[in-house]
């Protein structure tokens, strides 16, 4: 590598990322081309991933890096044309080990890079050697690896270097190649700017696509950078200046100025037709021209700002007026610019646009709009690097967001409540005015009470009219913050080819070192996985793999004798299902017998013989998720069945995850992986313990049961209910958690089923408060581990919920019932507040009515609350907590049909029990009621029985 100052290496952040890139590319398609020596698609895409290599490397100014690209560039083009056949092992080795090379070489930080080569220099010309003579044929390359370096073994007899190239041919023919690459560039930039200027050209009022004209002249112009061409670089930097102003300033182009940006770009189109060794010479030759032309595009960018007048000077000297409203006139020699030919009279071609003429380019136009809608697909599918810590915090911001929305429906609750104060005080007033209506008043006193009615008036209809922009705003806030907080849980997905570009290079390399043969199958390349789940199930994934490929995959030997292809086969699938992510891992191999992993397990004293030969299937399975545990005879560097299973274990339920195990012997072994979506939000089970929420992961849960007290049995002072043949233990989930004991009342006792590894209790709760999708926040690591506790999180109204580590938890269970005798979960505890009647609402605009229904449901002993109408009790619902609503059908301002559909849509409404009475006992006006969501539909003439009443405690009970 040439001396240059260290400032160059600012470049190689960008170099890192391009061969990044490239890298995944060459490894993709050269083990795809190792089963289809021939592929053409294959060979093209490994051609161009190491011109575009070869060109990064340039530019950082890499001569190692140059020189390997090179001699591998050359090897897949001599494949292209059909001279050579990458068709053995070898060859394949050989391409594999230079783009390690070039993977090691671009990772080593840009103050240790000469050092580096220096050490390396022998590697590299040895790699380049050997290249080299797979593109002549005439040695056989046999490269051998180790951990750290790839060694090329080289036959001594031959020359190391059969080809007549030199170094400064070589440089020749690197220059060339980027020139072409260049000519590559302009060409397509340039044809483009040349059609929409065409087309503008034709109809001046055209609203041309401007951005893409600017970004064409901006490529121009960083192509001809990188060959020093400062020709065409300032002409390229006057167009996009002038095409920038004319955005900006929006100002329009008359004909005459459209014609001197299409002479610019007849300059780029005619260096498309100039030989590659002459364009230096050409563009010293034509460079006043190009200089006419600057000028003439510069005078473009004055006019379009309405702000600067040119001085009378600039007029006098250049001709041309410049206002927006009459175009430029230019000299003879500026006008004829374009149909002028160089001095020359070498026979080179003119800048005619002529030459370019709509016809002639109507068939590259059509290319250009298919590669024009291709760039703007790539555009709107590009990316950039956002640390990850940023992101998490973008995330955290737009869950509080969400949350904060759900803050504003108890905030209009109130309002509501400060509402129905304010019409109360009015109603108090107009009384008050018509208690005194007999009374003689004094002028001043009358003059307040009128007044005090007028201002209370006035604040109701305020308080209305808020109150209505309040749910307006809500609702749009509220929908607002959920398309931001979906887009940041979008951002943080990934595709899950992503995170397993190493595996097919893996599993290959395996298999060569081990003399199997086998096919790697990847399904659902594009499903999209959370990040950081991504992230840990590298090290996982890689145990299952190299242990099917290992123990499980037979040698071809073996395969062929049991009758299976000598190619075993290894598939990778990914998908989503059921709203989590699941993952399998499967191989046609000879899997495990379960008699053998029995033998295994009583060998290794893990249980009795009696016990073994009772488990089932899955409960032996889950010995191999055990640490150290392992089927394999010998334990091999590589993997043994068993050996890292436990890592798998573990990263799959430190995510929330479950993980099975599948054999079938002598036909193969499958691993299902079911995780969640996302680790940033968790379906979870919502349970009140001790009066507090608290929350369970869903992924984490067996089973939710409810059991009568009657069935609880006690065996050995321990509490146990079986559950389809099986006994269950039974356990106080406050007790275990160390919370005060609940004051509660059981019949039917909420129970979670939660196990971990062979352990499984019944937790027993308090309430069950249903699902949630929770945006989980860590707790803040100076608190340590939290016994039981992985996490928090918020609720809609704003307050906080502890997210309950179960793996954690049943080991808390274990801990208890050895240390502590439990309190059983039958016992009961009656306080004052258990013996607080039921809270009813009547909502009745028929005053004899309500107060009918009133006197019967207190004379049980019942809690009874009024509303006059529908709105009334729509108000007084959300302003207080009932166990039950009563409502009659035709009401003023709000009907009960309306109400009913009101409270069963609402959040935290909707399990309140409703029962509509009504005069109407049509079977259609029945069935309407019930669609809306009542439990009863009664009439008003069944008060002379009990059926109201009974329908009441077949509700919510007695009071």
């Known amino acids: 590598m040439s001396d240059r100052d260290m400032s160059d290496f600012s470049m190689m952040d960008l170099f890192r990322m391009e061969t990044e890139t490239q890298v995944v590319i060459l490894n993709e398609n050269i083990l795809a081309l190792e089963n289809n020596p ?32 090179h001699v591998m560039e050359d090897c897949f083009v001599a494949a292209q044309s059909g001279a050579i056949a ?151 930097v006057v167009i996009e200046n002038t095409l920038l102003a004319v955005a900006k300033y929006k100002a329009s182009l008359n004909e005459i100025q459209v014609e001197s940006l299409l002479a610019g770009v007849n300059i780029f189109i005619t260096l498309m037709k100039i030989p590659a060794r002459q364009v230096e010479d050409w563009l010293i030759k034509i460079e006043p021209e190009i200089d006419n032309i600057v000028n003439l595009i510069n005078l473009i960018s004055q006019s379009a700002m309405p702000t600067l007048v040119p001085s009378k000077a ?62 703007q697909q790539k555009q709107s599918d590009r990316t950039i690097r956002v640390n990850a810590e940023n992101l998490n915090k973008i995330m955290g911001l737009a869950s509080e967001s969400l949350v904060e929305t759900k803050w504003l429906q108890p905030f209009g609750d109130s309002l509501s409540i400060l509402r129905k104060h304010q019409n109360k005080l009015y109603s108090l007033l107009e009384k008050l005015q018509d208690s005194l209506s007999d009374t003689v008043l004094d002028r001043r006193s009358e003059d307040y009470l009128i007044g005090a009615i007028k201002a209370a008036n006035e604040c109701s209809h305020v308080l209305s009219d808020r109150i209505n922009e309040l749910e307006f705003f809500s609702r749009r806030y509220a929908n607002l913050s959920e398309r931001l907080y979906r887009e940041v849980i979008a951002s943080n997905m ?29 399904v659902g390349k594009s499903t999209q996985v959370d990040r950081d789940i991504l992230e840990k199930l590298e090290a996982p994934l890689t145990h299952i793999l190299r242990n099917a490929l290992d123990h499980g995959i037979e040698p071809p030997e073996a395969r062929l004798a049991a009758g299976k292809s000598p190619q075993g086969t290894i598939r990778l699938e990914a998908s989503h299902r059921g709203g989590m992510l699941s993952i399998v891992v499967s191989d046609d191999g000879k899997g495990i017998e379960l008699d053998k ?143 005060a004991a609940p004051n509660r009342k059981l019949d039917l006792l909420p129970v979670i089923i939660v196990s971990a590894r062979s352990n499984s209790y019944g937790l027993a709760v308090d309430k069950i408060l249903g699902e949630r999708d929770l945006v989980v926040r860590p707790l803040d690591p100076r608190l340590g581990k939290i016994p039981d506790i992985s996490a ?36 009961t505890t009656k306080t004052e507040d258990s013996k607080i009647a039921k809270r009813l609402l009547i909502v009745e605009d028929s005053i004899t009515v309500r107060e009918f229904e009133r006197k019967i449901l207190e004379n049980q002993g019942y809690r009874v609350d009024i509303a006059v109408n529908g709105i009334d009790g729509w108000n007084a619902l959300r302003s ?43 079977q259609e006006d029945r069935l309407r009621g019930l669609s809306v969501g009542a439990d009863y539909y009664l009439t008003k003439s069944s008060f002379h029985d009990d059926t109201l009443l009974n329908a009441v405690v077949d509700l919510i009970g007695e009071p």
Request: hydrophobic share 40%; no cysteine.
């Open 38 to 69: 021939n592929s053409p698609v294959e060979l093209e895409s490994l051609m161009r991933a190491a011109h575009s290599l070869k060109g990064a490397a340039r530019i950082v100014g890499l001569d190692a890096a140059v020189q390997i690209t």
């Open 494 to 522: 990934r595709p899950f080819a992503d995170g397993i570009q190493g595996f097919p290079r893996m599993l290959r390399d395996l298999a060569r070192q081990l003399s199997k043969q086998v096919k790697f199958e990847v």
């Open 880 to 922: 207080a907590q009932y166990d039950l609503v009563i409502s009659d059908v035709d009401m003023p301002g709000m009907t009960g049909i309306e109400l009913v559909s009101q409270i069963k849509n609402h959040a935290t409404l909707n399990s309140i029990p409703v029962i509509i009475v009504s005069y109407k006992d049509r």
């Open 86 to 236: 990458l068709d053995s092992p070898d060859k394949i080795d050989v391409i594999l080990g230079a783009i390690d090379l070039l993977s090691r070489l671009s990772q080593i930080p840009a103050t240790e890079i000469e050092n580096w080569l220096s050490t390396n220099q022998s590697e590299i010309d040895n790699l380049e050697t050997i290249i080299l003579a797979i593109i002549n044929s005439k040695i056989e390359a046999k490269p051998t690896t180790n951990d750290d370096n790839l060694e090329i073994e080289v036959i001594p007899s031959l020359p190391l270097n059969n080809t007549n190239e030199t170094w400064e041919d070589r440089q020749i023919k690197t220059d060339l190649s980027m020139l072409s690459l260049f000519v590559e560039e302009v060409e397509s930039q340039s044809l483009l700017l040349q059609e929409n200027l065409l087309l503008l050209k034709n109809n001046l009022n055209l609203d041309l696509d401007l951005e893409s004209l600017v970004k064409s002249a901006h490529l121009i112009q960083s192509a001809a950078k990188i060959l020093h061409f400062h020709q065409i670089i300032k002409l390229a």
């Open 792 to 827: 928090a999180a918020f609720m809609e109204d704003g307050s906080p919920v502890l997210i309950i580590d179960v793996e954690y938890l049943v080991r808390s269970t274990d801990r208890l019932l050895a240390r502590t005798s439990l309190k059983k979960v039958s016992e």
């Open 597 to 739: 992993l029995r033998e295994k397990i009583v060998s290794k004293e893990m249980v009795s013989a009696e016990m073994a030969a009772k488990l089932t299937e899955s409960e032996l399975m889950d010995f191999l998720f055990l640490p150290g545990f392992s089927t394999a005879s010998q334990v091999t560097e590589i993997s043994g069945r068993g050996v890292g299973l436990d890592i798998v274990q573990s990263m799959v339920q430190e995510v929330g995850g479950i993980l099975r195990a599948i054999s079938q012997p002598e036909k193969g072994m499958s691993f299902y992986l079911q995780l969640p979506l996302t680790l940033s939000v968790i379906r979870t089970l919502l349970v009140e313990i001790s009066g507090e929420p608290y929350a369970f992961p869903l992924t984490r849960i067996d089973r939710l049961v409810l059991v009568e007290t009657s069935e609880i049995a006690i065996a050995e002072n321990r509490q146990y209910f079986t559950l389809d043949d099986e006994n269950i233990g039974l356990v106080n989930a406050y007790q275990v958690l160390e919370l």
């Open 314 to 375: 600039s007029r006098k000297k250049t001709n041309v007026k410049t206002t927006a409203s009459q175009p430029p006139k230019t000299t003879k020699q500026s006008t004829d610019l374009p149909d002028a030919k160089p001095a020359s009279n070498s026979g080179e071609p003119t800048l005619d646009l002529q030459q370019h003429s709509p016809e002639k380019i109507r068939g590259k136009s059509e290319n250009l709009k298919f590669k024009n809608k291709e760039n």
